[in-house]
C-alpha cells in the first residue's frame, strides 16, 4: 500500500503530498542524468548529499532574507517545503563564460564576464529548455514584466549570497540555476526560490586547482562525482549531523 500520494517524478526528485495542505516532501534521488537526460547513472550517495546541500542554501539565503520554498528537513533524503506555482522557467546566473554561453559566443571557459549576467531558458524537456528573449516570456505569459522585475534582483541576491559562501571555502561559482516559484496569500503572490541548490545545478571550480565539483564531472566524465559532491559539503561543514552556516566564536582574552 503506497505511504502518501506521489505528486510527481522528475529526473532528480520525487514531489509527494505534505503532511499540511500547501506542503510538499520533496525526495532526492541518486539519479543522475545530462544532455537533456540522453546520458543517465545512478550515483550512489548524491540525493543525501543534494539534500544536505540545498538545505544549507535555502536557510543560508533565508536568514538574509531571500525568501525560500524550504521548511525543514525531514530525513537524509527529504526536506519539506511550501507548494509553488512554478515559473516555467529556469533563471540562470553567469559570473564566468562556461557551458552554453562558452560554445555559442566562442569564448573561452572560465573567462570573466564585464558583470552577472541573467538569462532564461524555457522549461521544456521535449524542446530541450531553449533559451528565451524576455520578449517571449512576457509575450507568451510564462511571466509578466512585474514577475521578470521582481526575479532579476532576486537572482542578483542568490549570486551575492552562494558566490560569497562558496569563495570563502575557495570555490568560485562559475554559474548556477534557480526556479522560481508563486506563492498566493489571497490575490497576492510572493516569488519564493524553489526546487534545490546543488552542485547539480552550479558549476563549482577549486580556486586554487580549477578542478570541477560539479555536474561537469558526469557530463564529462571527469572521476567520482560523489567525490566531488563530497567535497563541496565538507568544505562547507555540512555534516551529517551538524549544519552550520558560519564557525562558532572564539573567546579570545
Ligand atoms: N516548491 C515546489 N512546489 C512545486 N513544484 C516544485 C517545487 N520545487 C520544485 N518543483 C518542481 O518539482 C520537480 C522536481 O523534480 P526534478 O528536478 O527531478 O524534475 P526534472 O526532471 O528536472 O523536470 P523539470 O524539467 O520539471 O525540472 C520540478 O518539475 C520542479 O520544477
Ligand atoms: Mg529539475
Wanted: include cysteine.
Amino acid at each position: 500500500m503506497a505511504r502518501r500520494k506521489k505528486i510527481y517524478e522528475g529526473k532528480a526528485k520525487i514531489l509527494y503530498e505534505g503532511p499540511e495542505p500547501g506542503t510538499l516532501v520533496q525526495y532526492f534521488k541518486d539519479d543522475a542524468t545530462a544532455f537533456n537526460a540522453e546520458k543517465k547513472a545512478v550515483i550512489e550517495g548524491k540525493g543525501v548529499l543534494n539534500n544536505r546541500l540545498s538545505e544549507f542554501f535555502m536557510t543560508g539565503l533565508q536568514s538574509i532574507g531571500v525568501p525560500t520554498h524550504f521548511i525543514k528537513r525531514l530525513n537524509m533524503r527529504e526536506q519539506l517545503i511550501r507548494q509553488v506555482e512554478i515559473i516555467p522557467l529556469e533563471v540562470i546566473v553567469r559570473n564566468f563564460a562556461a557551458g552554453s554561453m562558452a560554445k555559442r559566443l566562442g569564448l573561452e571557459e572560465g573567462t570573466p564576464l564585464p558583470r552577472p549576467i541573467i538569462e532564461f531558458s524555457y522549461k521544456d524537456d521535449k524542446l530541450g529548455d531553449p533559451l528565451v528573449p524576455e520578449e517571449y516570456i512576457i509575450a507568451f505569459g510564462w511571466a509578466s514584466q512585474q514577475d521578470l522585475d521582481d526575479i532579476v534582483p532576486l537572482a542578483l541576491r542568490v549570486n551575492d549570497f552562494l558566490s560569497g559562501v562558496m569563495h570563502g571555502v575557495g570555490i568560485k561559482l562559475v554559474d548556477f540555476k534557480i526556479e522560481i516559484g508563486r506563492i498566493w496569500d489571497n490575490d497576492y503572490q510572493r516569488l519564493v526560490v524553489a526546487d534545490e541548490i546543488s552542485p547539480d545545478s552550479c558549476r563549482l571550480w577549486d580556486i586554487e586547482s580549477g578542478q570541477k565539483l560539479d555536474k561537469d564531472v558526469f557530463r564529462k566524465d571527469l572521476g567520482s562525482l560523489t567525490d566531488a559532491y563530497t567535497e563541496v559539503a565538507r568544505r562547507l561543514g555540512v555534516l551529517p549531523s551538524n549544519v552550520t552556516h558560519r564557525p562558532r566564536p572564539t573567546l579570545i582574552n
